[in-house]
């Protein structure tokens, strides 16, 4: 696109010049065809070469692909196009005005390209110059034996204990990520199904926040384990090679786990020693996320990930309501609430 516009400006300009000069022989129609093929290849010729130029201007300076860069590149967009305007004013007041204003559109044009590109491979820097710090790419790291670094999976980023034992410093250290396991958040979070897309974007949100927690590296773990195909079967190859500590809240993974003599921790229990427990009697407010197995019920989660079965409220999926807690039952796979609405 920007060499097609480059193009018609140079094109636009070289044209009336060549009907400038045409102008004084009694010549304008051959001047300004002239003009108009003279213009048309040295602006595609032209236009290529700012196109190679605004490509690698961005990649010299080392950009990070940002949110940051949005914001930062229209400000540079208005900036350039005000220094364009400013650089064009001679050309308009000298110049013949038949060819000034497309040779002034043209250095506006690429003005603001340039400016925006420059302000977009800078953002992050900026933006720390005003005293805000934009997020970063979390750091890559390739397999490796580590004892002390734990593996996450999907289910324990979408846990919310995860976070309050990392805060509480219980896992401090290495937490590693890896690639599928992020894809596999990213499939939840894009998914049609409402239930589905909240605790895809939930785990987002968790990792977000593990990663601003004191004593926590967290890293991307570049292990595809193309080998296997399901993530289960990743992980546990994962786990086997580098020596750490699965996390996961899924029952049937972590029974898989220990099978193998891998070390498996389960924020669901842990986590239990961390809060106070909502008991048979207590009010809570909980937002329903899907129906029940039973007829009538509505299912929602605590902060802490406990399931929470809501009588009579089959049709208020997605709403939050107050419950109270009639009884409580716990399973192999962690506590299960049972509640009605308040009254």
């Known amino acids: 696109m920007i060499v097609e516009v480059v193009r018609l400006l140079i094109t636009l300009t070289v044209t009336a010049m060549g009907y400038s000069i045409g102008s004084e022989f009694q010549a304008e129609v051959v001047g300004a065809v002239v003009g108009a093929g003279t213009g048309y290849v040295l602006g595609g010729g032209f236009g290529r070469l700012v196109g190679r130029a605004l490509n690698l201007a961005p990649k010299a300076i080392a950009p990070q692909r940002s949110s940051a860069e949005v914001l930062i590149g229209s400000?540079?967009?208005?900036?350039?196009?005000?220094?364009?305007?400013?650089?064009?004013?001679?050309?308009?007041?000298?110049?013949?005005?038949?060819?000034?204003?497309?040779l002034g559109s043209l250095i506006v044009l690429l003005s603001a390209a340039f400016t925006a590109r420059v302000f977009m491979a800078r953002s992050q820097g900026m933006l720390g110059s005003v005293g805000l710090r934009p997020k970063t790419p979390l750091p890559s790291h390739n397999l490796e034996t580590s004892t002390d670094a734990y593996v996450l999976d999907s289910s324990a980023a979408i846990d919310g204990r995860i976070l309050d034992l990392a805060s509480s410093g219980l896992m401090k250290g290495r937490h590693w990520l890896p690639?599928?396991?992020?894809?596999?958040?990213?499939?939840?979070?894009?998914?049609?199904?409402?239930?589905?897309?909240?605790?895809?974007?939930?785990?987002?949100?968790?990792?977000?926040?593990?990663?601003?927690?004191?004593?926590?590296?967290?890293?991307?773990?570049?292990?595809?384990?193309?080998?296997?195909?399901?993530?289960?079967?990743?992980?546990?190859?994962?786990?086997?090679?580098?020596?750490?500590?699965?996390?996961?809240?899924?029952?049937?993974?972590a029974q898989a786990a220990a099978l193998r003599g891998l070390e498996v921790l389960n924020p669901q229990s842990l986590g239990e020693s961390l809060r106070a427990e909502a008991g048979v009697g207590d009010r809570v407010s909980v937002t329903i996320e899907r129906i029940g197995n039973e007829e009538g019920q509505g299912v929602g989660y605590l902060s802490d990930g406990t399931m929470?079965?809501?009588?009579?409220?089959?049709?208020?999926v997605g709403e939050t309501v107050d419950v109270e807690i009639s009884n409580a039952l716990r399973t192999r796979v962690g506590r299960m609430l049972f509640a009605r609405r308040a009254a």
């Not at 929470?308 to 208020?316: W, Y």
């Open 75 to 102: 400000i540079g967009v208005t900036i350039g196009m005000l220094v364009g305007l400013v650089m064009s004013i001679p050309l308009i007041v000298f110049l013949p005005e038949l060819y000034a204003w497309p």
């Open 179 to 253: 690639e599928f396991v992020i894809d596999e958040l990213q499939g939840l979070a894009d998914a049609t199904a409402e239930t589905r897309r909240r605790r895809g974007r939930r785990g987002l949100d968790i990792l977000e926040a593990l990663r601003d927690v004191e004593g926590i590296e967290l890293a991307v773990l570049e292990a595809t384990v193309p080998e296997f195909e399901e993530v289960d079967a990743k992980l546990l190859a994962v786990t086997d090679r580098s020596g750490a500590t699965l996390v996961t809240t899924d029952s049937n993974l």
């Open 308 to 316: 929470v079965v809501i009588q009579n409220a089959e049709n208020m």
